[in-house]
């Protein structure tokens, strides 16, 4: 059964408090990005953005249902759901690097552009349909299913290298303003992505004040560098 409020440690209601300053920020983040960046410049870098904060904040919802609320006749399903948004907000992040690396008119630019943001959405939409035992191994040889365990030791380390070192590429790429702009885009996701992944690992910990709460401290810090990396030009 679910833990009912009332059972809840100081620690784990710290945590869970911090969780939804999390939350909070990332649908702040996502209202600023749609409602004024992108009406006003009608970018879709900025509407990649907003959507991006968005599904980050979907995706923590149903991570904390996952963690603290549900039963476990309900943690496969929290657990699709909450993947499922993630990798969606891996497919908007994919989408704004498209805009700023396929810039070319070409044949080939514009395909990049279109499929690169698609991988995520289909392991989205794939993880709607894993089979129980590919999340958890129900003969109990495993912790993880086959599924859960190829995304989370093989593809996720991929993402994690993969989008933050292209913002690195960029920023290489360019000069003054936005060369930081990149760079600090680079480092927030390479912060926030190597927290999600060490995560599972903190979690299987004792219920410690500092395993429960560094976390969702580290992932304000990232998403604080990311928000001062998209402001930086009107900073100057």
Same mark, same amino acid.
């Given at each position: 059964?679910?833990?009912?409020?009332?059972?809840?440690?100081?620690?784990?209601?710290?945590?869970?408090?911090?969780?939804?300053?999390?939350?909070?920020?990332?649908?702040?983040?996502?209202?600023?990005?749609? !409602?004024?960046?992108?009406? $006003?410049?009608?970018?879709?870098?900025?509407?990649?953005?907003?959507?991006?904060? &968005? *599904?980050?904040?979907?995706?923590?919802?149903?991570?904390?249902? #996952?963690?603290?609320? *549900? /039963?476990?006749?309900?943690?496969?399903?929290? %657990?699709?759901?909450?993947?499922?948004?993630? %990798?969606?907000?891996?497919?908007?992040?994919?989408?704004?690097?498209?805009?700023?690396?396929?810039?070319? @008119?070409?044949?080939?630019?514009?395909?990049? $552009?279109?499929?690169?943001?698609?991988?995520?959405?289909?392991?989205?939409? *794939?993880?709607?349909?894993?089979?129980?035992? %590919? &999340? #958890?191994?129900?003969? /109990?040889?495993?912790?993880? +299913?086959?599924? $859960?365990?190829?995304?989370?030791?093989?593809?996720?380390? &991929?993402?994690?290298?993969?989008?933050? *070192?292209?913002?690195? #590429?960029?920023?290489?790429?360019?000069?003054?303003? !936005?060369?930081?702009?990149?760079?600090?885009?680079?480092? +927030?996701?390479? =912060?926030?992505?190597?927290?999600?992944?060490?995560?599972?690992?903190?979690? /299987? =910990?004792? %219920?410690? /004040?500092?395993? =429960? =709460?560094?976390?969702?401290?580290?992932?304000?810090?990232?998403?604080?560098?990311?928000?001062?990396?998209?402001? #930086? @030009?009107?900073? $100057?």
């Amino acid at each position: 059964m679910a833990c009912d409020p009332g059972c809840f440690s100081l620690n784990q209601t710290l945590s869970i408090a911090l969780y939804f300053t999390v939350i909070g920020f990332k649908f702040l983040l996502f209202s600023y990005f749609l !409602l004024i960046r992108f009406r $006003k410049t009608k970018r879709m870098y900025w509407l990649y953005f907003s959507l991006f904060f &968005i *599904f980050l904040a979907a995706s923590r919802v149903f991570y904390l249902m #996952y963690d603290f609320f *549900f /039963g476990v006749d309900d943690k496969n399903l929290a %657990w699709r759901f909450a993947n499922s948004a993630g %990798w969606l907000s891996v497919a908007m992040l994919s989408g704004i690097l498209s805009t700023l690396l396929f810039t070319g @008119e070409s044949k080939l630019h514009q395909i990049l $552009k279109k499929v690169f943001p698609l991988v995520p959405i289909g392991i989205a939409v *794939f993880i709607l349909f894993f089979p129980d035992i %590919w &999340i #958890y191994d129900t003969n /109990g040889l495993f912790f993880w +299913g086959a599924g $859960k365990l190829v995304l989370n030791v093989i593809v996720l380390p &991929i993402y994690i290298v993969l989008l933050p *070192f292209m913002f690195f #590429y960029l920023a290489k790429r360019s000069a003054g303003t !936005l060369q930081r702009s990149f760079l600090l885009n680079g480092l +927030g996701l390479l =912060m926030y992505y190597i927290v999600r992944a060490v995560q599972p690992v903190l979690a /299987g =910990m004792t %219920w410690s /004040g500092t395993a =429960m =709460m560094l976390p969702p401290l580290l992932i304000l810090l990232s998403i604080l560098i990311i928000t001062f990396a998209n402001q #930086y @030009e009107s900073l $100057k």
